[in-house]
């Protein structure tokens, strides 16, 4: 049996494999052997245990401030190539009537710092973020249609990008250098 506290194996126990290290991305050409799916909230976290689809258990250790996107590669310890998928997790889909009124609820959306994401499909244009019902009466308030969708999130990469700070943060980064300053 495992000690909870510490994780040390007792001697009935053999020692668990330590689990495999990814912690660079792989731009290269070479395709991936095995795939990592995370939800957004996930794929933001530059440290964290997970377990590949083939059962493999990994440990992350990527630059901070790395966000993972679905389609991108990652090479492990061991050299293998491994593709990071956008799981599907619960969103809301808002619609407007108008150009106008999509740029508005993207507006109060983005005040509140809101990871959004802007599509379109043949129904129209949409923002999708994760599920919250205040904000979603907020954008029902606004005059959106709202529905409840299922489905990979790809938000845009705004304040998520490497670079931006709010003055302050402790991040070191500066956000949105302008005219070489």
């Not at 052997?33 to 440290?47: C, G």
Request: with cysteine; glycine share 10%; net charge negative.
């Amino acid at each position: 049996m495992m000690n909870d506290f510490n994780m040390i194996p007792t001697a009935t126990e053999p020692a668990a494999a330590p689990p495999l290290l990814i912690e660079a991305l792989y731009d290269g050409d070479a395709a991936p052997v095995d795939t990592l799916e995370l939800d957004f909230n996930y794929r933001t976290k530059s440290r964290l245990r997970a377990r590949l689809a083939s059962g493999a258990e990994v440990g992350l250790f990527l630059p901070r401030g790395t966000v993972l996107r679905g389609g991108q590669k990652l090479r492990a310890s061991d050299g293998r190539i491994v593709a990071v998928v956008a799981a599907a997790e619960d969103l809301l889909e808002a619609r407007c009537a108008s150009a106008v009124d999509l740029a508005r609820a993207a507006f109060h959306l983005g005040n509140r710092h809101v990871a959004v994401e802007v599509g379109r499909d043949a129904e129209g244009d949409w923002l999708r973020l994760q599920t919250d019902h205040v904000l979603e009466g907020m954008l029902l308030g606004l005059g959106a249609s709202v529905r409840a969708r299922r489905a990979p999130f790809e938000p845009e990469a705004g304040a998520y990008a490497p670079g931006h700070q709010h003055p302050g943060d402790g991040s070191g980064a500066r956000i949105h250098m302008m005219a070489g300053q």
